[in-house]
């Protein structure tokens, strides 16, 4: 049985939850149409997502794991979302994937609307004149990644698809307003307000404008020193760990937080040490044996 979104994010049907989420954030950032400006690149990071979306929910996960591709009418799940975008199939993307899933839209890509604190400001000393009724005000959840970085997220409101712009920095409850998105009625087209939430990441903690993320230190180097890799949202960074590290010890990294777009400046990213300890099982007999005459017992 095909199961293509597996292919998708390039792994296998045996990915652990923690290999599927590794996989997701590696071609996020690959895909991602602020730093790939290929032609194809945002229609793959919407496809990205849209497998992300499903493989990372386990009743999503289970019910396409029972069905495959057939869920697709057959069709490897590139070719299903091809055959459905930008108004190239006889219905939207998004409601066929609500309709076969709970939850949410899936995200994606964008165009132009406007951002603000609340609806404040958001009609005109004239619009008392203009039919409350043609406005619509729905909710919508954007993922993390693109609330700190920015970027686009497609959404589907009285039965039309479009993208919208997200600027970097945005948190949950903000609003915007796109302009002329409402219900249609006499030639006047109301507003769409839209609330968004942003998603939760299980690895990231917003603080204000900074990021805190925790990451695993061997022993070894947190007694002797050594340098680690260690995956962000933007890249992968090489972090010298000093000896004697401490367990919960952070270390900053400038500017790589959220950004603050009153100041137009970002906040900062804290990484987090966690040292992780060897099974006592897995030691040298003679090392443990040296470990238990040596180390200090207070």
């Known amino acids: 049985m095909a199961k293509s979104l597996y292919e998708t994010l390039e792994i296998t049907e045996s990915a652990t939850e923690a290999e599927i989420k590794k996989a997701y954030r590696k071609l996020a950032r690959k895909y991602h149409p602020d730093v790939n400006k290929e032609p194809t690149a945002e229609d793959k990071f919407k496809e990205i997502n849209a497998a992300y979306e499903i493989l990372s929910d386990k009743q999503k996960k289970a019910q396409y794991d029972r069905v495959g591709d ?74 993390f990644v693109v609330s700190i970085l920015g970027g686009s997220h497609s959404v589907s409101v009285n039965g039309e698809r479009f993208d919208i712009k997200i600027p970097a920095g945005v948190k949950s409850g903000e609003k915007m307003r796109v302009k002329g998105k409402g219900h249609a009625q006499g030639g006047k087209a109301g507003d769409l307000f839209l609330k968004i939430t942003v998603a939760a990441n299980t690895e990231y903690v917003r603080e204000e404008d900074d990021l805190v993320k925790t990451f695993d230190v061997p022993l070894y180097a947190a007694l002797f020193g050594e340098k680690i890799t260690v995956a962000t949202l933007e890249k992968e960074l090489k972090l010298s760990i000093p000896q004697n590290t401490k367990n919960g010890q952070r270390f900053r990294v400038k500017e790589m937080g959220a950004m603050n777009r009153k100041t137009n400046t970002r906040g900062d990213l804290y990484l987090r040490a966690n040292i992780v300890l060897p099974k006592v099982e897995d030691l040298d007999e003679e090392l443990l044996k040296i470990m238990k005459e040596k180390l200090p017992k207070e």
């Open 70 to 143: 057939t869920m697709f009418g057959g069709q490897n799940f590139h070719d299903f979302s091809r055959s459905h975008r930008g108004g190239g199939g006889s219905a939207d993307l998004d409601e066929i994937l609500r309709s076969m899933f709970s939850g949410g839209g899936f995200g994606g890509s964008f165009g132009g609307a406007n951002f603000g604190n609340g609806f404040g400001g958001a009609f005109s000393e004239g619009s008392s004149h203009r039919q409350p009724n043609l406005d619509i005000e729905t909710n919508v959840t954007i993922p």
